[in-house]
């Protein structure tokens, strides 16, 4: 009995810190990361390296920081529509967006 009660707190806790950590939404668990290096690593996936795209998704390399930042910041709000982007915007901290436009951008 005592260790079906102990089992049901853990699975509650769990419960409640999962989508902290799934979502990314600037909680505790997300503030810390602005390394730049590695959030904006997800990126070149789609944009290519260097944000040079090969493909059919749009090359980032010619925005400058203000344009970047404005798009994402869009994205995240919902004010600019998109397929995939106003799925992955919302994902970062309004830090880490800032920090993603400069490591993009170089400034
Ligand atoms: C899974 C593929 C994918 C990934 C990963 C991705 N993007 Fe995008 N991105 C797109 C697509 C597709 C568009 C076109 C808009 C749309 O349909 O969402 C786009 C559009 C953009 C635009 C607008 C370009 C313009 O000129 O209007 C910016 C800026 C951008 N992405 C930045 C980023 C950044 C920064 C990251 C990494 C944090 C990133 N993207 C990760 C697919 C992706």
Redesign the pocket.
Known sequence: MRKIIKGAVVGAALLIAAPAYASGDGSAANQGNLNSAL??S??V???GQGGDSQGH??S?DG?NRAQ?LN??TEFKSGARK?????R?APGYTDAQLEA?ASE?TGN
Request: net charge neutral.
């Open positions: 959030l904006v997800n990126c996936v789609c944009h998704t749009p980032i925005l970047m798009a994402l998109g397929t995939i982007m106003t992955i993603i993009l």
